[in-house]
């Protein structure tokens, strides 16, 4: 039981640094984008 606790823990951990990654590549050209607006 303490095992599949710890595998889902471990896949819940997986999933939010593959979101994180992927926030990560829209937030840059998002973050560019309003620079060259703001000027």
């Known amino acids: 039981m ?3 606790i710890r595998l889902v823990i471990l896949l819940l951990n997986l999933s939010l640094n593959a ?8 937030m840059k050209p998002l973050m560019l984008l309003l620079k060259l607006t703001v000027r």
């Open 2 to 4: 303490v095992n599949l």
């Open 19 to 26: 979101f994180q990654m992927q926030a990560n590549l829209l």
